[in-house]
């Protein structure tokens, strides 16, 4: 006897058999129950979930000697003729090769008939959509009102090239995809019933490749077995066999293209491409591979691949930052569509791993990710900052005289760290009027010249209250906006853009605004009343002191940044 296919020997005789269409089967089998079967039905979806066997397992259902039952006998005449293909009342019909009006002229006029050996005649038409116009013209008055005892099913994998006439007279049920769960499982079940030996891995493989079609699945089952005769199935056999790239091969070349070896990674897609492996598919399969690095990155570990687990490659998945990935497959699907219309796709993809290897593309993505990073350090900084803040000055008094009570926060901190209203008020009582009218006619040129400045930035939306041969003090919305001036690096810069402009200036200083409220009605009653002694003489103001002239040039801003994040664990070599 001559061989049959997987797909073929295996295919589904009963409702219960059918694999991941239970609402569809639920439906039929109720309609069957209840006495409510309709004279034509839809089945569309996409190929290899069930369309035709579920079509054959209906009419075996109503046929059946023992039925109409949701449990055909399998036994009967009825029964074993539908599942042979020789019951004359079960007519298929390809609609790909019977598509003109004279065929359905036919088939309409053998409609007139009854049913030979069964009970009712069940018409399946395969691949409706394939009908021409004039074809569905003629078939619309016999699947609007057959005779009662005939059915028709349609099956189609484009039900948006079905005219709506057609579509209107009849009961639409949608496949969907199998899911690779039930895929695996029918897999796995077969293999037992075969007695071949497959690894988890290779179904893993075969299942993705299916992409939810049962019968692709089980027509590469077939492949594969027929290849590695006799022997364990493993992933690298389905790779062999599909005409994928190996998980190995795709690794060895991003390894490549990360350390920049452009040249090793076109002499690795050459040997790819000598061994039959086609220049789309291993552009597609990057993508795929880098899909699934990003989908771990992310926390998504679904894949169940040895590769993903070996030490390298963990080791290289955690150097490529995410932004690279991104970057990575973007070049891949520029190049994917170049290479749709185009008869070089060998110079697309040698150009695009160009692209990739170079360091141009690693440093911009790097760059991406160490943003994102300080945009993320900077925001909890806010927090903590703001949250400190808070703990610092929780009193909001209503009046002059109640101001003094802020005196009692001030153990909280250390006068070394934070400015000190004293300092304040040595530059009031020396404030140069003519210098901050010349600053201030000045500034907005340097706020145009210096945009990119962090500090200017921030500063531009202050206020200049006071200027002293030797220091000048800014008023900002809050403590974040000041204390984030006063940090080393922007502080260094702003520094030496206003020293430019007044060489004497020795320190700058920043001032909340709601603080500077207070210190500079404390300053105006101190005039008007004659009163010696400041009301705020202790006032704590929540801003880091800058630092000193004389420490500009001893700072080192990376070996901060280090102290902060290490501690007293780093440890420093001249």
Same mark, same amino acid.
């Given at each position: 006897?001559?061989?049959?296919?997987?797909?073929?020997? #295996?295919?589904?005789?009963?409702?219960?058999?059918?694999?991941?269409?239970?609402?569809?089967?639920?439906?039929?089998?109720?309609?069957?129950?209840?006495?409510?079967?309709?004279?034509?039905?839809?089945?569309?979806?996409? =190929?290899?979930?069930?369309?035709?066997?579920?079509?054959?397992?209906?009419? *075996?259902?109503?046929?059946?000697?023992?039925?109409?039952?949701?449990?055909?006998?399998?036994?009967?005449?009825?029964?074993?003729?539908?599942?042979?293909?020789?019951?004359?009342?079960?007519?298929?019909?390809?609609?790909?090769?019977?598509?003109?009006?004279?065929?359905?002229?036919?088939?309409?006029?053998?409609?007139?008939?009854?049913?030979?050996?069964?009970? #009712?005649?069940?018409?399946?038409?395969?691949?409706?959509?394939?009908?021409?116009?004039?074809?569905?013209?003629?078939?619309? %008055?016999?699947?609007? !009102?057959?005779?009662? #005892?005939?059915?028709?099913?349609?099956?189609?994998?484009?039900?948006?090239?079905?005219?709506?006439?057609?579509?209107?007279?009849?009961?639409?049920?949608?496949?969907?995809?199998?899911?690779?769960?039930?895929?695996?499982?029918?897999?796995?079940?077969?293999?037992?019933?075969?007695?071949?030996?497959?690894?988890?891995?290779?179904?893993? !493989?075969?299942?993705?490749?299916?992409?939810?079609?049962?019968?692709?699945?089980?027509? /590469?089952?077939?492949? &594969?077995?027929?290849?590695?005769?006799?022997?364990?199935?493993?992933?690298?056999? +389905?790779?062999? +066999?599909?005409?994928? &790239?190996?998980? +190995?091969?795709?690794?060895?070349? $991003?390894? /490549?293209?990360?350390?920049?070896?452009?040249?090793?990674?076109?002499?690795?897609?050459?040997?790819?491409?000598?061994?039959?492996?086609?220049?789309?598919?291993?552009?597609?399969?990057?993508?795929?591979?880098? =899909?699934?690095?990003? $989908?771990?990155?992310?926390?998504?570990?679904?894949?169940?691949?040895?590769?993903?687990?070996?030490?390298?490659?963990?080791?290289?998945?955690?150097?490529?930052?995410?932004? /690279?990935?991104?970057?990575?497959?973007? $070049?891949?699907?520029?190049?994917?569509?170049?290479? %749709?219309?185009?008869?070089?796709? =060998?110079?697309?993809?040698?150009?695009?791993?160009?692209?990739?290897?170079?360091?141009?593309?690693?440093?911009?993505?790097?760059?991406?990710? =160490?943003?994102?990073?300080?945009?993320?350090?900077?925001?909890? $900084?806010?927090?903590?900052?703001?949250?400190?803040?808070?703990?610092?000055?929780?009193?909001?008094?209503?009046?002059?005289?109640?101001?003094?009570?802020?005196?009692?926060?001030?153990?909280?901190?250390?006068?070394?760290?934070?400015?000190?209203?004293?300092?304040?008020? !040595?530059?009031?009582?020396?404030?140069? %009027?003519?210098?901050?009218?010349?600053?201030?006619?000045?500034?907005?040129?340097?706020?145009?010249?210096?945009?990119?400045?962090?500090?200017?930035?921030?500063?531009?939306?202050?206020?200049?209250?006071? &200027?002293?041969?030797?220091?000048?003090?800014?008023?900002?919305?809050?403590?974040?906006?000041?204390?984030? +001036?006063?940090?080393?690096?922007?502080?260094?810069?702003?520094?030496?853009?206003?020293?430019?402009?007044?060489?004497?200036?020795?320190?700058?200083?920043?001032?909340?605004?709601?603080?500077?409220?207070?210190?500079?009605?404390?300053?105006?009653?101190?005039?008007?009343?004659?009163?010696? *002694?400041?009301? /705020?003489?202790?006032?704590?103001?929540? &801003?880091?002191?800058?630092?000193?002239?004389?420490?500009?040039?001893?700072?080192?801003?990376?070996?901060?940044?280090?102290?902060?994040?290490?501690?007293?664990?780093?440890?420093?070599?001249?």
């Amino acid at each position: 006897m001559a061989y049959v296919a997987l797909y073929r020997a #295996y295919r589904p005789q009963l409702f219960s058999e059918v694999v991941d269409q239970k609402p569809i089967v639920k439906t039929l089998e109720n309609a069957i129950l209840n006495d409510k079967v309709a004279h034509a039905y839809l089945f569309c979806g996409p =190929r290899g979930t069930g369309k035709t066997t579920l079509a054959k397992i209906f009419a *075996k259902a109503l046929n059946c000697e023992n039925g109409p039952t949701i449990t055909p006998c399998e036994e009967c005449e009825v029964c074993r003729s539908i599942k042979q293909g020789t019951n004359p009342d079960v007519i298929e019909i390809d609609a790909a090769s019977n598509n003109g009006a004279d065929d359905i002229r036919s088939l309409r006029d053998s409609v007139k008939f009854l049913p030979s050996m069964s009970r #009712y005649k069940v018409y399946i038409i395969d691949e409706v959509h394939m009908l021409s116009n004039a074809a569905f013209n003629a078939l619309l %008055k016999t699947l609007e !009102e057959p005779p009662k #005892y005939v059915v028709f099913i349609l099956c189609t994998t484009e039900p948006y090239k079905i005219p709506e006439t057609i579509l209107s007279r009849c009961q639409r049920f949608d496949f969907k995809a199998i899911s690779q769960s039930g895929i695996s499982e029918r897999i796995k079940e077969i293999c037992d019933k075969e007695n071949i030996k497959i690894t988890e891995e290779a179904i893993n !493989e075969i299942t993705n490749l299916a992409e939810g079609g049962m019968r692709d699945a089980l027509s /590469l089952l077939d492949q &594969v077995i027929s290849y590695v005769a006799n022997k364990e199935i493993e992933v690298n056999d +389905v790779f062999e +066999v599909s005409g994928n &790239v190996a998980g +190995v091969d795709l690794f060895n070349l $991003l390894n /490549l293209i990360y350390n920049s070896k452009s040249e090793e990674a076109i002499d690795y897609i050459s040997k790819l491409y000598d061994s039959g492996k086609e220049i789309d598919k291993i552009t597609s399969d990057l993508i795929l591979f880098l =899909r699934d690095i990003l $989908l771990l990155k992310t926390g998504i570990n679904s894949f169940n691949k040895a590769l993903f687990k070996e030490k390298e490659f963990i080791e290289l998945i955690d150097k490529i930052g995410k932004s /690279l990935i991104f970057s990575w497959i973007d $070049l891949l699907n520029e190049a994917s569509n170049q290479m %749709k219309f185009s008869n070089q796709k =060998r110079s697309y993809l040698d150009l695009c791993i160009l692209k990739m290897s170079d360091e141009k593309t690693k440093y911009e993505s790097s760059i991406n990710d =160490r943003i994102k990073y300080l945009e993320t350090t900077i925001l909890n $900084l806010q927090a903590t900052v703001n949250k400190k803040n808070s703990e610092i000055i929780n009193i909001k008094p209503t009046n002059i005289s109640d101001l003094n009570n802020i005196n009692d926060k001030k153990e909280s901190k250390n006068d070394d760290e934070f400015i000190d209203i004293k300092e304040i008020n !040595e530059i009031l009582n020396n404030a140069n %009027k003519e210098i901050r009218e010349k600053f201030n006619k000045e500034w907005p040129l340097m706020q145009i010249k210096y945009q990119d400045i962090l500090a200017v930035s921030i500063l531009k939306y202050g206020k200049v209250v006071a &200027v002293s041969d030797k220091s000048i003090i800014f008023v900002l919305q809050d403590e974040g906006f000041c204390n984030r +001036v006063m940090k080393y690096e922007n502080y260094i810069q702003m520094y030496e853009i206003i020293n430019k402009q007044i060489p004497s200036i020795e320190k700058i200083i920043t001032i909340p605004k709601n603080i500077w409220l207070k210190i500079a009605a404390d300053f105006k009653k101190k005039y008007q009343e004659g009163i010696e *002694k400041p009301i /705020l003489d202790n006032i704590i103001i929540p &801003v880091k002191k800058p630092i000193k002239k004389e420490e500009i040039k001893d700072k080192d801003p990376v070996i901060d940044k280090l102290k902060d994040l290490f501690g007293d664990k780093l440890e420093i070599k001249e």
